[in-house]
Antibody
Framework: EVQLVESGGGLVQPGGSLRLSCAAS????????MSWVRQAPGKGLEWVSV???????YYADSVKGRFTISRDNSKNTLYLQMNSLRVEDTAVYYC?????WGQGTLVTVSS | SYELTQPPSVSVSPGQTARITCSGD??????AYWYQQKSGQAPVLVIY???KRPSGIPERFSGSSSGTMATLTISGAQVEDEADYYC?????????FGGGTKLTVL
């Protein structure tokens, strides 16, 4: 059974950092293209970043230069390193394969 | 930047056909995907690659794409189909979601 479980969210001050993790089971992360998607409170879905099976990575303009997507093949886990966080980064962050999504982890950026 | 445009809301009575559109310049060359999101839940894929339905998704959900517009059709909408629906596609700069359409069935 395919499962994605995010962790690492929490409250952080503006300018701070967080690393989100997404533990996958039932499939191999490195063989799929995996994305991070976020949803601010009461707002729509916003694509954040993707890593392809070959290792190429892409980012939304809103996070480019501040966020880094990566994976650990030995742990079958996807990561999102978030630096220089802003109030507007406050959202539920989901990791997703095109057909399966995790339940999300809440990131709150506030002083 | 690339945009996918959806109507903010669609309303139908139970048993009627609901159609939700998504327009984008890259859609003639890129697949459209559709997600359903009910309140407080993670999104669920209901249509992939324009018109394919994942296992477990009711047959009343269908998709089509022509030119710069993709359409999600729910034939005989049920009260339980009330949700937000998002289209999704890609282009050379990455991936994108439409702004979402709130489907009301009452």
């Amino acid at each position: 059974e395919v499962q994605l479980v995010e962790s690492g969210g929490g409250l952080v001050q503006p300018g701070g950092s967080l690393r989100l993790s997404c533990a996958a089971s039932g499939f191999t992360v490195s063989s799929n293209y995996m994305s991070w998607v976020r949803q601010a409170p009461g707002k729509g879905l916003e694509w954040v970043s993707v890593i392809y099976s070959g290792g190429s990575t892409y980012y939304a303009d809103s996070v480019k230069g501040r966020f880094t997507i990566s994976r650990d093949n030995s742990k079958n886990t996807l990561y999102l390193q978030m630096n220089s966080l802003r109030v507007e980064d406050t959202a539920v962050y989901y990791c997703a394969r095109i057909d399966y999504w995790g339940q999300g982890t809440l990131v709150t950026v506030s002083s | 930047s690339y945009e996918l445009t959806q109507p903010p809301s669609v309303s139908v009575s139970p048993g009627q056909t609901a159609r939700i559109t998504c327009s984008g310049d890259a859609l003639p060359k890129k697949y459209a995907y559709w997600y359903q999101q009910k309140s407080g839940q993670a999104p669920v894929l209901v249509i992939y690659e324009d018109s394919k339905r994942p296992s477990g998704i009711p047959e009343r959900f269908s998709g089509s794409s022509s030119g710069t517009m993709a359409t999600l059709t729910i034939s005989g909408a049920q009260v339980e189909d009330e949700a937000d629906y998002y289209c999704y596609s890609t282009d050379s700069s990455g991936s994108h979601f439409g702004g979402g359409t709130k489907l009301t069935v009452l």
